[in-house]
């Protein structure tokens, strides 16, 4: 167990301004929604839109969004995730929707994220941002846009750390 | 020929003011002054030698309940538990109110059964509570006693007519005390846990109103009436006062009802499920003073085996009652290790108390008595397995309970009907 | 928020659980709430798995929400009421049980008339056993929806009055929600009638009295309680007439009350008896809120009981 930290508050910052500006060049409709995945996905979901926001001048809604219901692995697991609430308060029906999540791993919670977010409506389009991709893909997905790559082995942990939930900006691997 | 020496017991023998260790000796069927010769010696040193032990209130199912137990079956679990005899309920199929009936249970109980039984008859016929059963003829055929126990005789007239009547043999009349309006259909003591657990209350009150009511009748006809199974503080309190105007009546209570208390029904295990209920701590501390005092003659278990298939089921539908002679011993000497009960007090209410109240030639160690003898290792630490048990039934709420204290020997007229 | 995690296999009582699992309880039940105001009103979280619904005491309305949110969360229904369960031709509910087993049921969720009959089941099965009212012992969703919609609307549950009107003795929404309201830090207060409101009750921590406009004045939340005809042995009071006169709810006693107490009933009323009919409608009365909060109180109970891997 030694540490090592990837990603400082600086490294972080740059990151979602990159990713934020890969999002204006994609030249977005008046239809962009941004949706954080729970938990950490939130915080990122609404610096990200906000970048956007400084970027083009415009106002995006943004949504957090609860995927416990749509796991896959609950039969598996001893301790049942808290289930959370979700807010989106505006329609889905044609929006142009950035799911936003912190680390990129099996893909299963994005897929149980679509899932989710196609229940609540029939988006146009779904496009996903990551701060961290950390490999090891069990399903067909991939991310529009990435913070950081980061190779990874499976026994290592990457944890994601948020001012707004953890009281400080990190990226850290675990061995 | 048998013959005996208990060598070196401490001897309890109330009728006789004893508490000595020495031997006793049994020849033939009799206790002896002098060991005979080619006598069986049993080493009884550091166990308590008592006059075999006397549950007056067991229901042996037989007739018509032999899935439930047998004359046999219920006979064997009371020479295990240290009983030497046991007097047996009238409401068989059919119910014990005619001389045949008590005829055939004396006649199975001379070819199949352990220790003594002595039948009781029928108050009223088939127990309903309307006319008088043949008493006298109930008498003739020997039944030790009358009572509808498992029901109660309702109106008050026809009870006191049966007390007049019974009066005239000197039978005594065993009451089953429950008000039937005030019972009505509950299933567990009113109070804190029945309301808690939503079960139907069935008030104490249901038993004091009977037990009044049976105190104001053998006052007013000399005859003796005993409340069975007592299980309320106030009933107990209006005992101890009509005993103390000199009324007779006495009373028994049951191990269940002096170590259980309601509060075990939060498992709503049916084996929890008796009749009267197990009711509140004060009831239980007021069972104790009343044992202390005498208010209370004598200990019995209401052994009242169920088959398995009949007691796993709801609570409400579950029928009352349990199993208990193999567990009664050990149960009552708690109260002697609590300091309710002297050792004396305790071998009183299981021998010369439920004699005397039965009119039976039993209970002492006097020479020449019959060799009806217990013999207790009190310090005996042993688990209650019910699986184990002699009876056909299985229904007993003490299964894996540690108890302390055992009968080692029970012999009946004479015979070692149990050893371990 | 709270920390505890779910531990438990069924949910037989209130009594046996603490506060914190009562609130995660409630806080999981808000997200379940969602699901039902969206226009697809389901989520796949218990597919593949079975829920019985064994109802050996008619009761349509508590089973039709706990079969819809079974359906809600993906899960297979099956309905055995009491006329058409085997139980009527003599089969002891034991028996039904083990057979409910062999068809690998996952959840059974079962009213019965006889209280303990859950705690029965829950002792004998692998499966989660949900209690859905057992005789007048406990009807734990119930409590559940009615402090899910006390929370809604009032914010809190802790310092709040909270009078329960009527037939306490024979209910078993009364005793589950005594239980819980005061161990979420309630004054609970009972009334009606004192052979439907023994003293006793005073033993569970609540206040017993039967000054019926002194209770109402102060109450935060009404709770009334419906007259069980069927479970009353004899006759608690008089007539319904009187009853209706010294411990229902008429619109002069409702004039008197807050301006901000909330109206509830677990249903289904008898209009004209404990409750005036028009207040049954009014708008404090939460009456089908209630409905709808118990749908997804009873969606995350299922979830949480049948949700985890099975041990």
Not at chain 1, 137 to 157: C, M, Q, S, Y
Not at chain 2, 232 to 253: I, Y
Not at chain 2, 377 to 406: C, M, T
Not at chain 3, 95 to 104: F, G, I, P, V
Request: contains cysteine.
């Amino acid at each position: 167990m030694n540490p090592v930290v990837i990603m400082d508050a600086a490294a972080i910052d740059r990151s979602i301004t990159r990713m934020a500006h890969e999002i204006v060049e994609q030249n977005p409709s008046a239809e962009l929604a941004f949706v954080g995945i729970h938990t950490h996905g939130v915080p990122l979901a609404q610096r990200l839109a906000r970048k956007v926001q400084s970027i083009c001048g415009r106002e995006f809604p943004v949504g957090s969004l609860d995927i416990t219901m749509h796991r896959d692995d609950l039969d598996l697991r001893r301790d049942l995730p808290r289930v959370s609430a979700s807010h989106i308060p505006w329609d889905v029906n044609g929006r142009e929707v950035v799911l936003v999540d912190d680390v990129l791993f099996t893909g299963r919670s994005v897929r149980a994220a679509m899932d989710a977010l196609i229940d609540l409506g029939r988006p146009r389009r779904i496009l996903l941002a990551v701060l961290v991709d950390r490999g090891h893909r069990e399903l067909p997905i991939r991310a529009d846009f990435v913070g950081k790559n980061i190779p990874t082995a499976l026994t290592e942990r990457v944890r994601v750390r948020l001012r707004e939930v953890d009281q400080v900006d990190e990226v850290v691997v675990e061995k | 020929m048998s013959a005996l020496i208990l060598r070196n017991g401490r001897v309890i023998d109330p009728a006789n003011n004893v508490d000595v260790v020495r031997d006793v000796y049994v020849s033939d069927d009799k206790i002896s002054a002098t060991p005979a010769a080619g006598a069986r010696l049993v080493d009884a040193t550091g166990c308590w030698v008592v006059p075999g032990l006397i549950d007056m209130h067991v229901h042996l199912r037989e007739p018509g309940g032999s899935a439930k137990e047998t004359i046999a079956t219920g006979t064997r679990c009371a020479a295990r538990g240290g009983f030497t005899s046991v007097v047996c309920m009238p409401n068989t199929s059919p119910p014990a109110d005619n001389p045949g009936t008590i005829a055939l249970i004396r006649q199975r109980a001379e070819e199949t059964a352990m220790v003594n039984v002595y039948p009781t008859g029928a108050i009223t016929r088939e127990l309903k509570g309307e006319e008088l059963a043949p008493i006298g003829s109930l008498k003739r055929a020997g039944v030790v006693a009358i009572t509808d126990d498992g029901r109660c005789v309702q109106n008050n007239d026809l009870m006191r007519r049966a007390l007049q009547y019974a009066g005239m043999f000197g039978l005594p009349v065993l009451d089953h005390c429950q008000d039937y309006q005030l019972s009505a259909d509950g299933v567990a003591h009113e109070g804190h846990w029945s309301l808690a657990l939503g079960l139907r209350g069935w008030p104490a009150l249901a038993e004091d109103v009977i037990v009044m009511r049976d105190i104001l009748l053998a006052e007013d006809t000399g005859t003796h009436v005993h409340c069975q199974h007592i299980s309320s503080g106030r009933a107990v309190r209006l005992l101890r006062e009509a005993k103390r105007r000199g009324v007779p009546v006495s009373a028994e209570v049951c191990p269940h009802h002096f170590t259980l208390t309601d509060e075990w029904l939060k498992t709503f295990d049916a084996n929890f499920k008796m009749n009267p209920p197990l009711r509140s701590e004060a009831d239980r501390q007021a069972l104790w003073e009343g044992l202390t005092d005498g208010t209370i003659d004598c200990i019995a278990s209401d052994h009242a085996p169920h088959c398995p298939f009949e007691k796993e089921v709801e609570f409400d539908v579950a029928p009352f009652g349990i199993i208990g002679l193999e567990t009664e011993l050990a149960l009552s000497l708690e109260l002697v290790r609590k300091k309710i009960l002297t050792v004396r007090q305790l071998v009183e209410k299981f021998t010369v108390n439920p004699a005397r109240i039965l009119g039976l030639s039993k209970g002492t160690l006097s020479v020449g008595a019959d060799a009806d003898i217990t013999v207790i290792d009190a310090e005996r630490d042993w688990v209650y397995d019910v699986g184990q048990s002699a009876s056909k039934s299985r229904n007993s709420p003490f299964h894996g309970w540690k108890l302390r204290g055992k009968a080692i020997m029970t012999i009946v007229g004479g015979k070692v009907v149990w050893e371990e | 928020m709270t920390t505890v995690q779910w531990q438990r296999k069924d949910l037989v009582g209130i009594y046996e659980l603490s506060a914190a699992e009562i609130e995660l309880v409630l806080d999981t039940a808000r997200a379940f709430k969602q699901v039902g105001q969206r226009a697809i009103k389901k989520v796949p979280t218990l597919r593949g798995k079975t829920l019985v619904n064994l109802f050996i005491e008619p009761s349509t309305r508590t089973r039709t929400s706990f079969e819809l949110a079974a359906k809600r969360l993906s899960a297979d229904v099956i309905n055995i009421d009491t006329t058409a369960s085997s139980l009527v031709k003599g089969e002891t509910l034991k028996d039904t049980a083990k057979n409910l087993e062999a068809l690998n049921a996952d959840i059974i969720v079962i009213r019965h008339s006889a209280a303990g009959a859950a705690h029965f089941l829950a002792s004998r099965l692998r499966a989660s056993v949900i209690n859905a009212g057992d005789g007048a012992h406990e009807h734990p969703t119930q409590a559940l929806l009615d402090a899910f919609t006390i929370r809604e609307k009032k914010g809190r549950i802790a310092g709040l009055n909270v009078l329960i009107l009527g037939d306490i003795l024979y209910s078993r929404v009364a005793r589950s929600n005594i239980w819980l309201l005061t161990k979420l830090g309630a004054r609970v207060t009972l009334s009606g009638p004192a052979t439907l409101v023994p003293r006793q009750f005073e033993s569970f921590g609540c206040r017993v009295t039967y000054d019926l406009d002194g209770a109402l004045a102060e109450a935060d939340v009404i709770n009334l309680l419906r007259i069980q005809h069927e479970r009353q042995r004899r006759s608690a009071f008089p007539s319904i007439g009187e009853y209706s006169t010294l411990f229902g709810l008429t619109k002069e006693r409702f004039a008197r009350t807050k301006p901000d107490a909330l109206i509830m009933h677990p249903g289904p009323i008898n209009r004209g008896v404990e409750i005036d009919s028009d207040l049954a409608d009014c708008e404090r009365s939460v009456i089908l809120e209630q409905v709808t909060n118990g749908l997804a109180v009873r969606m995350a109970v299922l979830f949480l009981c049948a949700g985890g891997a099975r041990t």
